[in-house]
Nanobody, 118 residues
Framework: QVQFVESGGGLVQPGGSLRLSCVAS????????ISWYRQAPGKQRELVAT???????DYGDTVKGRFTISRDNAKNMVYLQMNSLKPEDTAVYYC????????????WGQGTQVTVSS
């Protein structure tokens, strides 16, 4: 299975910005839809953003206008630019193949912690 490694999380003040990165163990981002997910303790995993093969994108309602998903196929990486961060954005963020998550067979990395706090 493809493995994913997320990075770029950290502590940021409300209104601040972070850019998360996701790299895969194989060159797959150019042919698969990739999504960012997040999960806070005691809460359901939430779909944050998706980028598909033609580079079209989709966002959850809570992050529209603030987050941007993008890819660099040459570098085998997917990014999530997060602006105007809010405390409710605090969570562990993961990337994964959208199709496999839909099927319940996605292989998850360790994620990267994002904490938005004053």
């Amino acid at each position: 299975q493809v493995q994913f490694v997320e990075s770029g999380g950290g502590l940021v003040q409300p209104g601040g910005s972070l850019r998360l990165s996701c790299v895969a163990s194989r060159s797959i981002f150019s042919i698969y839809s990739i999504s960012w997910y997040r999960q806070a303790p005691g809460k359901q995993r939430e779909l944050v953003a998706t980028i598909i093969r033609d580079d079209s994108t989709d966002y959850g309602d809570t992050v529209k206008g603030r987050f941007t998903i993008s890819r660099d196929n040459a570098k085998n990486m997917v990014y999530l630019q997060m602006n105007s961060l809010k405390p409710e954005d605090t969570a562990v963020y993961y990337c994964n193949r959208r199709e496999l998550v839909r099927l319940g067979i996605g292989s998850w990395g360790q994620g990267t912690q994002v904490t938005v706090s004053s």
